[in-house]
């Protein structure tokens, strides 16, 4: 089976890939868009800004060929942002994948605190494959200060500040604001399940 985890600007992708290891599982880090288009499976990763990277989707052609891709996709973080429509980082139109769009938290009382950094109960909200052996309930990783709406496409809440998206799915695209390669058994298990689609 060819994993492929797609390596463009911006950080952590390579911790994506070292989780990977930790459960047995090959995978390439590769920003060749043949190679992309041929995998079985595509992880979509990311920390960083939503404008300078969805520029350098465009300028590469990697956005094109994520907004095309027919096999199952994960998008992580920034990954799963930029699936979405638009983001309020930096005005930004994202690849418009899943119709939801991104906002900035905003606190309102001083014991909020941005970004949203650390362990938090997730919750699901609808039947996926990713979350079979996990409960709802169950605590992941989170670091970000933009959140994607909760709307059609969430599979699971997260309640910080207000009630966002911690999982989408729309058709063969997944995805997940928290980190699973962070989020211990938990994250492990939801990684499993996507190679296992």
């Not at 990277?53 to 998008?75: S, V």
């Not at 699936?83 to 994948?97: A, F, K, P, V, Y």
């Not at 998206?165 to 989020?183: I, M, R, V």
Request: proline share 4%.
């Amino acid at each position: 089976m060819n994993i492929r985890i797609i390596d463009y600007n911006a950080g952590n992708v390579q911790s994506v890939l070292f989780a990977l290891e930790r459960i047995g599982i090959s995978a390439e880090l590769t920003n060749d868009i043949d190679k992309i288009r041929s995998a079985d499976k595509v992880i979509f990763p990311g920390v960083g800004e939503a404008k300078n990277t969805m520029a350098y989707l465009r300028e590469t052609g990697l956005a094109d060929a994520i907004y095309h891709l027919k096999q199952p996709t994960l998008g992580i973080c920034l990954g799963m942002q930029l699936l979405c429509q638009h983001s309020e980082e930096g005005d930004t139109d994202c690849l418009n994948i899943i119709p939801l769009k991104v906002k900035k938290f905003r606190a309102t009382d001083a014991g909020e605190k941005i970004p949203h950094i650390g362990w938090n109960k997730i919750m699901f909200e609808k039947n996926t494959p990713l979350f079979q052996k996990n409960e709802s309930g169950d605590y992941a990783y989170f670091v970000h200060s933009y959140y994607v709406e909760a709307g059609d496409y969430t599979t699971a809440t997260c309640d910080y500040i207000l009630p966002f998206s911690a999982a989408l799915q729309k058709d063969n695209f997944y995805a997940t604001q928290f980190h699973p390669e962070k989020s211990g058994d938990v994250g492990e298990r939801i990684l499993k399940e996507f190679i296992n689609l």
